[in-house]
T-cell receptor, first 113, second 116 residues
């Protein structure tokens, strides 16, 4: 079945770049997503990438997709204390319908001063 | 302000006592969905709705019901709650009309349910 894997924790120094990695198994995935969850809040959609793209940049965020290896990464440049959160990778199954989203378990990003 | 509002935010109740968690969005979104978040399991979809009077099961629908009588509201109903439904619940909405807009873009702040 479908599975999305992420490491549980990542610790970086303020001002450095953060790279959060994700692997997925469903080769029919059409879109891949990154969500951010701050303490006590719901998830916020950060960005997404279509499976025929290999890179997408949006201000401090860069998403890289290696479809051959089924590997997705989120790079946050110049990491700030406000970036401290849990980051979820998610994939949509073929068709991209609302019933087809599988989440990873989330990566806790910890910012060191 | 665009938002998804859930109520209540916290609830402690007992096994078997019916409860409803309300969800309302003010963005005229077609798609709405419910997720539960559990430690070590991430988010799992319970039910979703593509439009008024159109609902379908997600990955973990057992023990839950939903309804979509109006576009803005999508309540989650637990007819006979059990302790294994103790969890953090999120409602989400999205514009719909095809991928990627079918996927949740706006989440509520969550409802923490404890079933004793």
């Amino acid at each position: 079945g479908e599975d999305v894997e992420q490491s549980l924790f990542l610790s970086v120094r303020e001002g450095d770049s953060s790279v959060i990695n994700c692997t997925y198994t469903d080769s029919s995935s059409t879109y891949l997503y990154w969500y951010k969850q701050e303490p006590g809040a719901g998830l916020q959609l950060l960005t997404y990438i279509f499976s025929n793209m290999d890179m997408k940049q949006d201000q401090r965020l860069t998403v890289l997709l290696n479809k051959k290896d089924k590997h997705l990464s989120l790079r946050i440049a110049d990491t700030q204390t406000g970036d401290s959160a849990i980051y979820f990778c998610a994939e949509s199954r073929a068709g991209g319908g609302a019933d087809g989203l599988t989440f990873g378990k989330g990566t806790h990003l910890i910012i060191q001063p | 302000e665009a938002q998804v509002t859930q109520n209540p935010r916290y609830l402690i109740t007992v096994t078997g006592k019916k409860l409803t968690v309300t969800c309302s969005q003010n963005m005229n979104h077609e798609y709405m969905s419910w997720y539960r978040q559990d430690p070590g399991l991430g988010l799992r979809q319970i039910y979703y709705s593509m439009n008024v009077e159109v609902t379908d099961k997600g990955d973990v629908p057992e023990g839950y019901k939903v309804s979509r009588k109006e576009k803005r509201n999508f309540p989650l109903i637990l007819e006979s709650p059990s302790p294994n439904q103790t969890s953090l619940y999120f409602c989400a909405s999205s514009p719909g009309q095809g991928a990627p807009n079918n996927q949740p873009q706006h989440f509520g702040d969550g409802t923490r349910l404890s079933i004793l």
